[in-house]
């Protein structure tokens, strides 16, 4: 080519440049995706209406307790506790369904349905990372529920007397029950939640199928306690999630609940807490399988 035919060309500098900052890592790849979903846990970032449900839900959660502590404050003594910690998650336990069946598909079921998960498991996260980073998310999303009213309920225990000091020395005995009933109540709703959306393929039939086995199963469980069917009083309890949670709670921080099924159970306590296990292994291997099946 001559030096007259010679095509000319002219270089643009259209900004991009390499990025020399910190590398974060797996770390940081785990951290950016459990983030990701408590944003998405709670609807953040996204419309009005993806609000409504996650926060409706928490503030119905915590309506109880605020009315307890008020009762205490303008009555004092005079009418017992509404609510105590070992009865309060019993009692709002409704809505952890509700909760889980709204919340949980946001976090799996559209990264399944969309292909998207190849992405996620390229390098530096693993599947591992993923799954647990997903159940992370719920279940610090669910101690909205499970810690939040019952600390609310502790400290307006403390609040609502003359002498703090000795109002809490009184109280803080109970907050390693509140803590650990908050947290065991998470972690395994939170298990259950994930496992049965990860095999839906839309979030409508996940948070059907989440409705179903919280609902049929308390309906299944009451029916077969103090019904027809006596020989069956004792395990009654173990077909429902929430009442085998419940076991669980009595067996390793004390206290009984009158409304539970576990009290007229004869089954000793700790096959409650060997339930639970039971139930938080299977769905994790149920999610080990499910997330082995997707090819990158």
Same mark, same amino acid.
């Given at each position: ?6 095509? @000319? ?6 900004? /991009?440049?390499? /990025? ?61 506790? *509404? ?23 946001? =976090? ?11 992405? /996620? ?8 990372? /993923? ?15 499970? =810690?939040?009213?019952?600390? =609310? ?43 049965? @959306?990860?095999?839906? @393929? ?8 989440? &409705? ?39 067996? *390793? ?10 009290? @007229? ?12 296990? &039971? ?5 994790? *291997? ?11």
């Amino acid at each position: 080519m001559t030096a007259g035919t010679e095509a @000319s060309g002219t270089i643009f500098d259209i900004g /991009y440049r390499r /990025y020399d900052g910190p590398r974060l890592g797996r770390g940081g790849a785990i951290g950016a995706v459990v983030q990701a979903g408590l944003r998405a846990v709670f609807g953040l970032g996204r419309s009005g209406r993806s609000k409504i449900i996650p926060w409706g839900v928490v503030i119905l959660a915590i309506l109880p307790a605020i009315v307890a502590v008020a009762v205490r404050v303008l009555a004092g003594e005079i009418i017992g506790d *509404l609510y105590s910690y070992e009865n309060y998650l019993w009692q709002i336990g409704g809505l952890f369904g509700i909760f889980i069946a709204a919340q949980a598909p946001e =976090l799996v079921v559209n990264d399944i349905r969309y292909r998207v998960l190849p992405l /996620y498991f390229s390098r530096p996260m693993s599947r591992v990372d /993923y799954v647990a980073s997903k159940l992370a998310a719920l279940a610090v999303g669910l101690l909205a529920l499970t =810690l939040v009213p019952v600390l =609310l309920l502790f400290i307006g225990r403390v609040l609502a007397t003359e002498d703090l000091l000795a109002a809490f020395g009184d109280e803080v005995g109970s907050l390693p029950g509140i803590i650990g009933s908050a947290v065991l109540h998470a972690v395994v709703l939170a298990s259950i939640g994930i496992a049965i @959306s990860s095999l839906a @393929s839309r979030r409508a039939y996940a948070a059907g199928a989440v &409705l179903a086995v919280f609902l049929i199963s308390g309906v299944i469980s009451e029916a077969l306690s103090g019904g027809a069917l006596n020989a069956f009083d004792d395990w009654a309890p173990f077909v429902s999630p929430l009442s085998i949670i419940d076991g669980a709670r009595q067996w *390793l921080f004390g206290g009984e609940v009158a409304q539970s099924p576990v009290g @007229s159970s004869d089954v000793p306590l700790p096959f409650f807490g060997a339930a639970a296990v &039971l139930l938080t292994l299977g769905s994790w *291997l149920v999610l080990a399988f499910r997330y082995r099946r997707i090819t990158v």
